[in-house]
């Protein structure tokens, strides 16, 4: 008897390595999630989720070949979609994946797809434990700009999710919501538009769930993203359906929506907020918001202020008996705060303090006159908070040994060049919007300092920023950065949990040198340019998946990584140039791909256990000593190539 999914699950413990099962935590039409732990030599656990996939084909299929191109589609369309979007914030994190056989006897019938994510809690689970701070008009506001924030970034490389509802939305310990379960999730390809009927019918839109619509694209993700807002807001009900109404009769609910029945507001919540969730649920498409950002724009400014008649009677003392400037200034300007999240920071930012006011440039000279009062000292050291100033001169602080804490807060747009270099005890660093940049060599060599969390307003990062911050261990770089600029990370050896964009196109000289903590890598599919050296001496890397665009590994590219195991080239790669494999010692097995046109010199020199090297027939340029010291090398190439002549030159064991 053939063994049943969680059987084979424990029989390929322990997974990746060190995880082991602990039971099933979901299930969908298509796939299981379990929970599984992993423990460290100090006795430490971990938590993740491992969703897995099988792959049975109805009926034998007699060529093992058919079986296997049939599972690369499958792990292409599920991996390679994850792998696109590694690294977007407000998207469920996919951290590994494994392929493994499924035997009947002898006889090879089917693969398991495993892929282990980070363990989150579903909406769905929350709603239903009875979190009332979810359905507040703050809660409901927080989920649809979080959400709006990731299908934005799905949506600008070409990714519909085409199944969102609240099963699909999670939430991790600090409340930020992701969206999760890109199961059926679609690439554009090319066009702004699919036409596959797929998809939850209770959230899905009516050009999807209408056969005689002939096609739809990103709004209609945003129509189920309104329709999720509307159910939490009108107290977990969907349009047309009332708590005692029979699930049998929800079949006809859901026709009049899609029919284009206007349905009446979320009860929930104020006319504003309403107003945009409806928007989003509009029947026809070009109702709707045209853009994921532009919703969150929605979400984002709905209920702060609200006009109101002008008030022409003169100002009355308030009932304490004093004169209330603030509600005067409002009255003036015809506004009135509603009862929003955000009263606080509006009244703040309405009426400053003259002494508060935003000035233009924090000086060198203004920082190192900087009073006690402003730089307050503890137990720990001085604590820097920065919120009178739009922009931080260069070599403001360099060099403060005082300075343990810093915050930007919502003022500061710009921190200068090397403005915070070589503070040595700087250990906490709290960023906040509207930074957009962070200048050459701001935080270069802060030694003590160990996270960086950039917010998403930041553009721009310069050279060096972070070079030889030694401790850093966590580095969130903003999703509107698409370049990661020279020596941006170099000589952090403690960096080991890192998030880029997946809009990242080019990754600078040295960029990520000396990291040796970082074990894995998966480089966003946008990257198309890297620079000499970007990974050197990574001595604990032991994966690496190269972009399908790139075509050069640059000089030196991989030089020293001397855990490195196991290298995936795309498919566009050309050339390799001078040392980009050299001294990563514990290479075994490595196939170039086909197109590839150049090997440069010692590309592989010192390679001391690399057995096996696959190059096709494609290349026609190999450097000197490309295997120097590779002893126990074996080259695989077609016979006549210019591989095989190189290596009958130079006396390197050959088999086709």
């Known amino acids: 008897m053939r063994m049943t999914m969680e059987e084979r699950l424990h029989s390929y413990e322990p997974l990746f390595g060190g995880w082991r099962l602990q039971g099933e935590i979901g299930s969908g039409s298509y796939a299981r999630v379990y929970r599984v732990t992993h423990s460290n030599s100090f006795g430490l656990e971990f938590q993740s989720a491992l969703k897995a996939i099988e792959i049975i084909p109805e009926g034998k299929m007699e060529n093992p070949d058919s079986l296997r ?9 599920e991996v390679n979609l994850l792998g696109t979007m590694r690294g977007i914030s407000n998207i469920v994190s996919y951290e590994d994946h494994a392929i493994m056989e499924i ?53 600008r490389v070409g990714i519909l999710h085409r199944d969102i509802k609240p099963k699909n939305i999670f939430r991790n310990q600090f409340g930020d919501y992701k969206l999760g379960d890109f199961g059926i999730a679609r690439h554009l390809e090319g066009t702004m538009y699919a036409r596959t009927r797929i998809g939850t019918e209770l959230y899905a839109a009516p050009e999807i769930t209408d056969k005689n619509s002939q096609k739809y694209g990103v709004k209609a993700d945003l129509y189920s993203l309104g329709l999720v807002l509307y159910y939490i807001a009108n107290d977990c009900c969907l349009p047309f359906i009332t708590p005692d109404l029979p699930r049998s009769q929800w079949h006809e609910a859901v026709k009049r929506r899609s029919s284009g029945e206007q349905f009446p507001p979320p009860a929930g919540v104020d006319r504003a907020l309403g107003e945009v969730i409806c928007r989003a649920c509009a029947y026809r498409p070009e109702d709707r918001f045209e853009s994921a950002q532009e919703m969150y724009h929605a979400l984002q400014t709905v209920g702060t202020v609200r006009t109101v008649q002008k008030v022409s009677e003169p100002e009355e003392p308030d009932k304490r008996g004093g004169f209330d400037p603030l509600g005067y200034l409002w009255k003036q300007l015809g506004l009135s705060v509603t009862e929003a999240p955000e009263e606080e920071y509006m009244k703040r930012r309405l009426s400053p303090k003259p002494e508060e006011k935003p000035q233009e440039l924090l000086t060198v000279e203004r920082a190192q006159k900087m009073t006690a009062k402003r730089l307050r000292f503890g137990r720990n050291g001085g604590q820097l908070v920065l919120d009178q100033n739009r922009e931080v001169a260069g070599d403001a602080f360099r060099r403060r040994s005082d300075l343990t804490a810093l915050t930007c807060r919502d003022t500061v747009t710009r921190i200068g060049d090397r403005a915070f270099a070589e503070c040595a005890n700087l250990r906490q660093l709290t960023l906040k919007s509207p930074l957009q940049a962070i200048g050459a060599g701001a935080f270069l060599r802060c030694t003590r300092l160990e996270h960086v969390m950039m917010p998403n307003t930041v553009e721009k990062i310069g050279e060096q920023a972070f070079l030889d911050c030694l401790s850093l261990k966590t580095a969130v770089v903003s999703e509107q950065v698409t370049e990661l600029p020279a020596q941006l990370f170099s000589g952090c050896r403690s960096l080991d949990v890192l998030r880029i964009p997946a809009g990242i196109t080019r990754i600078g000289a040295e960029a990520f040198r000396g990291c040796s903590a970082i074990e894995r890598f998966a480089l966003p599919a946008q990257v198309t340019q890297m620079g000499a050296r970007a990974f050197s001496g990574c001595k604990g890397l032991q994966e690496i998946r190269l972009p399908a665009h790139l075509q050069t590994v640059p000089d030196a590219c991989f030089i020293g990584c001397t855990a490195l195991t196991r290298v995936v080239f ?70 006549g190539s210019a591989a095989w002549e190189y290596c009958r030159r130079n006396g390197i064991r050959t088999m086709e």
Do not use: W
Not at 585 to 605: D, H, Q
Not at 617 to 636: A, F, P, R
């Open 103 to 155: 035997m009947d006897g002898d006889q090879l019938i089917g693969y398991d797809l495993l892929i282990r994510m980070e363990l989150l809690q579903s909406l769905e689970e929350i709603l239903r434990d009875g979190d009332a701070g979810v359905k507040t008009a703050a809660g409901v506001r927080r989920i649809g700009m979080d959400l709006c924030r990731g299908l934005a970034r799905c949506h």
């Open 570 to 639: 795309g498919p566009e790669l050309r050339y390799l140039e001078e040392q980009a494999f050299r001294r990563c010692i514990s290479l075994r097995t490595v196939e170039l791909p086909y197109g590839l046109l150049k090997i440069g010199e010692r590309a592989f020199a010192d390679c001391e256990e690399l057995r096996v090297l696959r190059i096709p027939e494609t290349v026609l340029v190999i450097g000197e000593n490309m295997t120097e010291n590779c002893h126990k090398l074996t080259v695989s190439t077609p016979r």
């Open 69 to 77: 191109q049939l599972v690369r589609d499958q792990y292409i369309s």
